[in-house]
């Protein structure tokens, strides 16, 4: 007849081969004594090589901070309790059977077994918690640049479109010859790129209007091919690989043509002795498995575009860092580090998601995946750009910044428009109180006291027939919402050149905008 001690002991012996954490006895030489399935699993040690191992061939002297998936301070070594009778240690870093190295939290219990002292190891591995822990984190960090970054390109703006529009008065005035001309063009075309950068930011934080159209991109990728080759050059070959039942997604177009192009250039960078870009596009289905691993990912179908080179590849620590503004691997002069950023941030808007797969000396692929969208797809705008032209009509200008205000005044008299000018919504009232015919408002959208969209309601309210044009350089307002424009509105982006706001006035007046007259 089996003792109840027997029993006991087998009941306890089979718990402990049982847990699903790993499970090590150590004595008060530190000498493992006893090790459960899990302990082999994690440790990669047969039994046999397990038991009678010192502790501390276990356990690296690293810092759990200082290995991927392993955030956090190292504390009390293993084997030593924190409190008397037990503790809780960690994050620690385990070393395996084939040297490699683990992520652990651990807990140490004191045991007391036949006048002996022992301890009790529970070791958990934490790898993938941490790496999704990292991986919030780097969301978050990068949500907290772009908040960051898109108000810093709003206030810039308009900076810019003022320096921008006097440049060009100053260009006006000058003959092709004269010794200050070439000054004049420098300084225009310093502000040119200085725009150029504030529409980085602006996509980066998801603060870039757009007006998003359905369609299958692999056309658009297509159209792309020949630009393509041209900037690649003759010693990398290009490869494009599209599906014949490929879904529809939703995007402004320029911006997708945005995301190949500064991908395919990136790739083309890492291969400065030439290679193989591949761009490839399909549809794929994200399952939960693969959103568990990604937090900020939908179960769902989408549209794949992935860009692959066979270049040189990057480190986990480059990797984790790619898609951050001005981070770059490149030499001083040789980019912005804004090429990526604004990929993420164009992605993101598109409420599609982007991860990176690289190895050094094994390349890198890209991949984008946009949400599959049901429908009809739209027709794709065309590129022609009409000349900017004058006119004799009436336009109310309302813009609460003066010096920006001054400049649009002098452009749009300068074309031979008759302009009334306001600093705010109520300004702009008592201007039509009088009883002035207003073809047109252009009006910034966000200002004091009373803005843009509240002030063209009302006076709608007097003449349904007014057109209406928005101006802006931020997109958080009551026109546009997280970056895309309500169906009804003429917007026009700061900052702009003068040529841009001719243009755009003489569309909305002759009515070949969207819903250019359509009610507030």
Not at 211 to 228: A, D, H, I, N, Q
Not at 268 to 290: C, F, H, S, W
Not at 393 to 400: A, G, M, Q, R, S
Request: glycine share 10%; aromatic share 4%.
């Amino acid at each position: 007849m089996v003792s109840a001690q027997a029993q006991a002991n087998s009941l306890f012996h089979a718990a402990l081969e049982a847990a699903p954490d790993a499970m090590l006895v150590v004595d008060g030489n530190k000498l493992v004594r006893a090790a459960n399935a899990a302990a082999l699993a994690v440790f990669r040690h047969a039994r046999e090589k397990l038991i009678g191992r010192p502790l501390a061939t276990l356990v690296s002297e690293r810092r759990g901070d200082a290995v991927p998936g392993a955030t956090g301070i190292l504390g009390t070594p293993l084997g030593t309790p924190r409190a008397p009778g037990s503790g809780l240690l960690g994050p620690l870093v385990g070393v395996r059977g084939d040297n490699s190295e683990v992520a652990l939290e651990a807990t140490v219990s004191k045991l007391e077994r036949d006048g002996e002292q022992l301890t009790i190891h529970a070791c958990r591995d934490v790898t993938e918690k941490r790496k999704l822990e990292e991986r919030l984190l780097s969301s978050q960090r990068m949500e907290s640049i772009g908040r960051l970054a898109g108000g810093v390109a709003h206030d810039f703006n308009n900076l810019l479109a003022v320096m921008m529009s006097y440049g060009r008065f100053v260009a006006e005035t000058l003959d092709a010859d004269h010794p200050a001309r070439s000054d004049v063009d420098e300084v225009l075309a310093a502000a040119e790129r200085a725009s150029g950068l504030t529409r980085q930011l602006l996509a980066f934080s998801r603060r870039q209007v757009v007006k998003p159209l359905r369609f299958r991109p692999s056309g658009l990728v297509k159209e792309m091919e020949r630009m393509l080759r041209r900037l690649l050059g003759d010693d990398i070959e290009l490869m494009t690989v599209c599906s014949s039942e490929e879904g529809l997604i939703e995007i402004d177009p320029s911006q997708l043509e945005q995301v190949v192009l500064n991908l395919t250039i990136n790739a083309r960078d890492a291969m400065p002795k030439g290679g193989r870009i591949t761009v490839e596009l399909g549809n794929v289905t994200l399952d939960q498995a693969y959103c568990d691993s990604h937090p900020d990912v939908t179960a769902g179908e989408y549209v794949m575009v992935a860009v692959s080179d066979n270049g040189v590849g990057m480190t986990e620590a480059v990797r984790l860092r790619v898609f951050e503004p001005f981070f770059t691997t490149k030499a001083p002069g040789a980019g912005t580090g804004l090429g990526l950023a604004t990929v993420y941030g164009i992605i993101k808007q598109a409420n599609g998601h982007i991860w990176v797969y690289s190895e050094p000396g094994r390349g890198t692929t890209f991949k984008s995946y946009f949400p599959r969208v049901a429908g009809v797809p739209d027709a794709l705008p065309t590129t022609r750009v009409a000349a900017a032209q004058g006119g004799t009509e009436t336009i109310l200008l309302v813009e609460d910044e003066a010096p920006l205000r001054r400049v649009a005044v002098r452009v749009l008299k300068r074309a031979g428009y008759n302009v009334l000018e306001a600093g705010n919504g109520l300004d702009a009232l008592a201007k039509v109180e009088t009883g002035v015919k207003v073809e047109l408002l252009v009006t910034d959208v966000v200002m004091p006291m009373m803005g843009g969209r509240e002030l063209a309601t009302k006076l709608r309210e007097r003449d349904p027939d007014l057109a209406v044009l928005y101006v802006s350089g931020y997109t958080e307002n009551a026109v546009v919402h997280h970056g895309v424009l309500d169906a009804d509105i003429i917007f026009l982006q700061k900052p702009f050149q003068p040529e841009e706001l001719l243009r755009r006035v003489r569309q909305v007046l002759d009515g070949s905008g969207a819903s250019a007259k359509a009610p507030g």
